[in-house]
């Protein structure tokens, strides 16, 4: 990895316009900028464990898309139902002025 690329992956991780939480079992997301923002899909990440037909424990991953197309203000939130309270992480897709960006969130 350049220099140059290490540089960008840092403002990318410092520059995240989301702050997330989880709150009485919903998903909050609150607008961290200065700009109004065009939320427009959140993917949820549970992590869920299940049994193989040869009765061994795993874990997967399922997901599960959240259609908003709402606009956010700065600083405005806005609380996304969630199915599981086993959220492992999310991604958020979301428009400021012409331009569509997408953040990923681990919790």
């Known amino acids: ?8 992956i840092i403002l990318m991780r410092i520059m995240r316009i989301f702050d997330a939480n989880i709150e009485n079992g919903k998903l909050v997301l ?23 037909l040869e009765e061994q424990r795993i874990t997967k991953t399922i997901s599960e898309d959240k259609n908003i197309e709402k606009e956010i203000p ?12 086993y959220l492992k992480s999310i991604s ?13 969130i681990e919790f």
């Open 1 to 8: 990895m350049s220099y140059k690329q290490e540089n960008h």
């Open 74 to 85: 700065p600083n405005g939130k806005i609380e996304v139902e969630s199915q599981l309270p």
């Open 30 to 52: 609150i607008n961290k900028s200065n700009k109004k923002v065009l939320l427009r899909l959140v993917t949820l990440h549970y992590q869920v464990t299940a049994i193989t």
């Open 92 to 104: 958020i897709i979301y428009k400021i002025d012409d331009k569509t960006f997408r953040d990923d």
